[in-house]
């Protein structure tokens, strides 16, 4: 435990210093690491209730505050504490080994006089953290102050759902298995799951990907049924040319293409996350025109000919899969907003003269935020003689916003927004 307690808090704290958890763990798995689980499960644990963890730590500091790094390892500490079932005496005994290993003089009485209090004040301690929202959602405040102003009914249910578990939702590849086969095969090894939108399914208990029946050939795909919508509302049919802006990794772009036989053309700004579109197609058996380029200046990878329908997967805050991902809540800074807004607003204005009279495009973004999903839609479209916003019939849902679904609930996604614009 001690390792993983360690190299957790390391990643806690390379994430309090911008960079993202994904891309770290996907360095240390790269690397060997034998602790990977643990060590994944306490650094997204941590950052989860990262804002009652740290307004507790305040409590339990008599003098300032320690150096980060082992303030992040007393964050993982109490997180166990908080939140697991590991005995609190192992806890305890080894966030100190790993406070000594780390070198800091004075970090191994620190650490073990913390923790040791938080054990025998615990409740009256927690109590104190009631009036503070911080402390209560685990959310920054400036993030509770933006959802209590765009969702005023629902900003409380989108909170919590943030701080949920969450599912694993896999998507069945039509075109090498039908969903009934897929769930057959799961429940012949005694892995349950449940149907979930037209194509996809939702593992009763999470397990890693890779050991999954069906996996390596190509069977399904790993998607959020939130995301499996974009498809069926984007309503390609074989023949058509299809463009898919912004597409890395590919989730959507591989979903079309079990959909229909299409001219599809994804394009990314960012070559380096191209390599994984393209093992995404290649374990799928797809094809398509995968292109580096960027959405908003389409004269370097355009060929000159209208597409039918185009899928605007917009750059967001990804404030919609934060249960996915908690890093994303403390990485994020609320001017971030309003220039990811821009930013969709310049790829949905370059993108539209591509579109052929006649065609339709969907935008679409993994966010909750009003700026970034219908502000950005009624900037660039309102005023707009041929553009149509077309209805859309999603249970649940509010003109087009999805928001994170509670753990119970039988759609069971993240937060997404749709829009679909026809070209009269």
């Not at 990878?301 to 994303?328: E, F, M, N, Q």
Request: glycine content about 8%.
């Amino acid at each position: 435990m001690e390792a993983a307690q360690r190299r957790a808090a390391a990643l806690v704290h390379e994430v309090l210093r911008g960079r993202s958890l994904a891309t770290l763990l996907g360095k240390a798995a790269r690397g060997g690491d034998s602790d990977a689980a643990l060590v994944q499960e306490l650094a997204y644990g941590s950052l989860r209730w990262w804002g009652r963890i740290e307004a507790l730590a305040r409590q339990l500091y008599h003098k300032k505050p320690p150096r980060a790094e082992i303030r992040c390892l007393i964050g993982v500490a109490l997180y166990q504490l908080l939140e697991t079932t590991a005995p609190e005496f192992a806890v305890v005994d080894q966030a100190v080994l790993a406070a000594n290993r780390a070198g800091f003089p004075g970090a191994k009485g620190l650490v073990n006089a913390v923790l040791r209090e938080f054990l025998r004040t615990r409740v009256p301690r927690l109590a104190a953290l009631a009036g503070d929202e911080v402390a209560r959602y685990s959310h920054p405040a400036w993030w509770i102050a933006r959802l209590k102003a765009d969702h005023p009914q629902a900003w409380q249910d989108i909170l919590e759902a943030d701080n949920a578990r969450p599912p694993l939702s896999l998507r069945a590849n039509r075109r090498r298995c039908s969903r009934e086969d897929l769930l057959a095969a799961f429940l012949a090894q005694g892995i349950l799951a449940s149907p979930v939108g037209e194509s996809g399914l939702i593992l009763a208990r999470p397990q890693p990907v890779a050991t999954l029946p069906g996996f390596v050939q190509g069977w399904f795909s790993v998607q959020d049924a939130g995301a499996q919508l974009a498809a069926p509302l984007l309503g390609a049919v074989s023949g058509m040319r299809v463009l898919d802006a912004c597409a890395a990794p590919g989730g959507k772009t591989t979903h079309l293409l079990e959909s229909a036989q299409l001219q599809l053309t994804a394009v990314d700004r960012e070559p380096g996350r191209l390599a994984r579109m393209h093992d995404n197609l290649a374990r799928l058996g797809l094809a398509a025109q995968v292109r580096a380029g960027d959405a908003r200046d389409p004269s370097a990878w355009w060929d000159g000919k209208p597409y039918d329908r185009i899928l605007v997967d917009a750059p967001c805050t990804s404030s919609g899969v934060l249960r996915r991902h908690p890093d994303i809540k403390w990485l994020r800074r609320e001017r971030d907003i309003e220039e990811l807004a821009s930013y969709q607003r310049e790829i949905a204005t370059a993108l539209w003269p591509l579109l052929a009279p006649g065609g339709r495009m969907l935008y679409a973004t993994c966010s909750v935020f009003r700026a970034e999903n219908a502000q950005s839609v009624d900037t660039v479209f309102s005023r707009r003689p041929d553009a149509r916003r077309i209805a859309l019939n999603l249970p649940g849902a509010h003109e087009g916003q999805l928001l994170p679904a509670a753990r119970e609930a039988a759609h069971n996604h993240d937060g997404f927004f749709y829009a679909l614009l026809e070209k009269t």
